[in-house]
């Protein structure tokens, strides 16, 4: 039998490059929808693109690939005209097709099928063609072009009822009136809509290679970004680089008004549209998407409803906004030469429709759209007054770039009126600039002239007072920028956004100073209002300032609370690369890290947000609690603590409250001494005194765990002795835990059980209202094993202890042999890698006698380097 060819019958021929290798991807989806030989597969493929999308060159591509296949297909092709729009005409030029096709079972099968006008035709069309049990392509081109009634209602019948062996493809600039639905729901269609159809970048890099165009990536994505991976629009974008001196600078002039794009959307697009349809286009390029009501504002016109149904309907490069229903844009090369020609009615003619623009967005709380078109309008008293109406909340909703992208294109007096440079300190504030800031602002600030008394409005010195605030939380300095704002109150200017961003600035710069309980104040006053006025910024910011707070007072409960709800509102409303929400889920991490209830952990965008956007002390706190979090699991311990030190002293060059150095210095302190760092730990002790004060309980509650580990019980008990008499408060009560569980060791050391129970006792007390675990495993293998010796001796605080004993690692295996007091002295000395002579002198003894007791202690731990002793000594608990 021959080989079945496929019909070139009414087939145009293409005007742009084959791109048969560059879009393999969806050769090979057709062929998947449409080959398999599944009786139940899909038998109709939709193809419904704007014009230019590459839809024809693709199905020549697929269907000569297809007849060279295993079980090769009998492939007709049909290009429908405005000929066809009768039943018989359809019927004819579809019969002429399949016949066309040079198959001699096709024609011999279709030799006694009644003519096309009679009734019977489908029938007897479907019936022939099934009995042929073979695969037979039918591919309908332009069929957006069928609109009559009886022709599309007799082709939709065909379909539903066609025999399986027979697939269609359907392409066209958008779907007619078909009834498929029926067969979408049976799975029997395969939409190929117009996005999927877009070149991707590599396609697009492919189809410019083939003439001779090479672009960087910079480049390549500027010229994506204009076409959309529109076929047409990269075909003559390749055609005009292909010949120009400056592809670059061509790259960045390539738009909708460049005489070869314009010339084709003309023809291809604009020029079967009737004037008012074509005057629709212009008005509503304005706004770069529009909703019904937008466009009728803009053009006046009552068939807003109609234009848009056109439009949609016959896919002029024009498509709905996803995630905005109701909302429509067109393909930005077709946008730009609509705006090009509302620049040809004329300057005034674009910015009256730039001011209606404007008007529609402000009054429809689009602050940052009104923004742009009273800017692109002229109007320079429109826009100053929409800046101190819009300005100042855009920047609160996430528009600080295009606040000072507009403020640094306004003329001379927009941009220097006092709101305007409050506006643009906030803006920049808000981008991590806060040398702009403070420069905008100056010394007097930028409203506090009396000059400019005139020019303010009643909130604009409360908005004055937050920002140096927070320039002052962020740079230091937070006493002289509260002692500045006086008897000035912040809170109550009648504007909803300052007096959220107002409260929460105060609350904050409180916080930081450590006045936790005025913060707090605050911070839910302006929470409330943040609400109230749905401010989901001002939200997050309080929400995580409260969860910060509860961090620092060890109040668990309420951190873990605060903190998933700032991580809420920030996922719900788009605030995800706030850095807010980063120290939100820090401090998550910090309360997961406290009650061991499950992994913590930080990953590498959180600290990244954090140091390239947040105050610079958070942003080093954050690095220095990241380490903490990884000691478990480092294999470096010594160069993580150590890093984690170097952290804590640079976050506390900045403003930041003394209790981040109560929280983090223990397990640093712990982790430098395990890793035999004694001189590091005594400094880290140092630092922690010069902090909190010689008197506060945390330097007396870290020597005392630096004296027990080097075996010295009596030390450690007289630097304990005021804390635990409650004369030396500790700021942690992390801490106050710690020298309980040191105090059990203490007792242990001298062999007093019933001063263990009561330090372990005292020790649970203080942990189990906020479940906090932490510290009961840093305190190591020695605490758990009295925890376990003392198992039910606990009265109300057993479960608990249950609890404890459940999250801490296994207890340390047991050596036959124990070590004597001279060789554990000897073995704490070893991870500092130091030298037997440098030990020796240490010591005060002979290098002789180190090596004698270093014999002594790899014979016992069954280990034959100082290395393999160390390991060993860690994981029976001995370091």
Known sequence: MAVPMWSAHRIHTPTYGRPAIRRQRLLDALSEAMLLPDPTAVTVAMLSAPVGSGKTVLLSDWAARSATTANTPTI?????????????????????????????????????????????????????????????????????LLHDRETLETLGSFLQWAPTTLRTVLSGRFEPP????????????????????????DEAATLLAEHDVALDPADLATIQNRT????????????????HHDPHGMITDFSGDSRVVADYLVGEVLDHLDSAARDFLVETSVPDAFNAELAETLTGSPDTHRFIDMLERENLLFEPVPGAPGWYRYHPLLREYLRAEAG????????????????????????????????????????????????FGAVLRGHADTVIDVLTQAPTRVRTHPVSRLVRAAAELDRGNEAAAASILGVRGAVADDTARSMRPTWAVPLEHALRLE??????????????????????????????????RLGIAEMYLGRFDQAVHHLDDGLAIARSAGLPSIELQALTSLATIGCWRCDL??????????????????????????????????GDHLRMDRRAALDERTLQVLADRGIPAV???????????????????????????????????????????????????????????????AELTDHVARTLGADSGEPAVLAAVAALHQRRPDAARAHLALVLAGDRGCTAVTTEILAWLTAAQIAHEKNDPIAVRDALFAALTLAEPQRIVRPFADAGAPV???????RGRFGVHDPFAEHVLSLLPAGPGRIANPLTSREMELLLELPSWRTAEQIAADLFVSVNTVKTHLRGIYRKLDVRSRREAINAARGLGLI
Request: proline letters at 4%.
């Open 76 to 144: 007709a092709w049909l290009t429908v005209t405005e000929d066809d729009n009768s039943r018989a005409a359809f019927a004819a030029s579809s019969l002429a097709a399949l016949r066309a096709t040079g198959d001699p079972a096709v024609v011999d099968a279709l030799r006694d099928v009644p003519a096309p006008d009679s009734n019977d035709f489908p029938t007897a069309i479907a019936e022939a063609l099934g009995a042929l049990h073979r695969p037979i392509l039918m591919v309908l081109d332009d069929v957006h």
């Open 178 to 201: 078909l009834a498929l639905h029926r067969m979408r729901l049976d799975g029997r269609v395969r939409d190929f809509p117009a996005h999927e159809l877009a070149f991707t970048d």
């Open 228 to 243: 959309q991976g529109w076929a047409a629009g990269l075909r003559l974008a390749a055609i005009t680089l292909a010949h």
């Open 344 to 391: 040809h009615r004329g300057r005034q003619a674009v910015a009256d429709l730039e001011r209606v623009a404007s008007r529609w967005f402000a009054e429809s709380g689009a602050d940052v759209r009104a923004l742009r078109h009273s800017l692109h309008a002229g109007d320079d008293d429109s826009l100053q007054n929409l800046l101190c109406g819009l300005g």
């Open 471 to 504: 320039l002052a939380v962020r740079g230091g300095h937070i006493e002289h920028a509260l002692t500045a704002i006086g008897t000035d109150p912040l809170g109550n200017s009648g504007e909803h956004d300052v007096d959220a961003f107002a409260l929460t």
């Open 557 to 590: 409960t309420e951190m873990t609370a605060r903190a998933d709800e700032a991580a809420a509102v920030a996922r719900r409303h788009g605030l995800t690369d706030s850095w807010y929400f980063h120290l939100a889920l820090v401090v998550i991490a910090w």
């Open 619 to 681: 942003a080093e706190a954050t690095a220095c609690a990241a380490g903490v979090l990884a000691l478990d699991t480092s294999d470096a311990p010594q160069s993580t603590a150590s890093a984690s030190r170097e952290h804590l002293l640079a976050a506390h060059r900045r403003p930041m409250p003394p209790i981040l150095t109560a929280l983090l210095a223990p397990a640093i302190h712990n982790a430098l001494l395990g890793a035999g760092h004694a001189t590091g730990a």
């Open 784 to 790: 758990r094993e009295l925890l376990n010796q003392n």
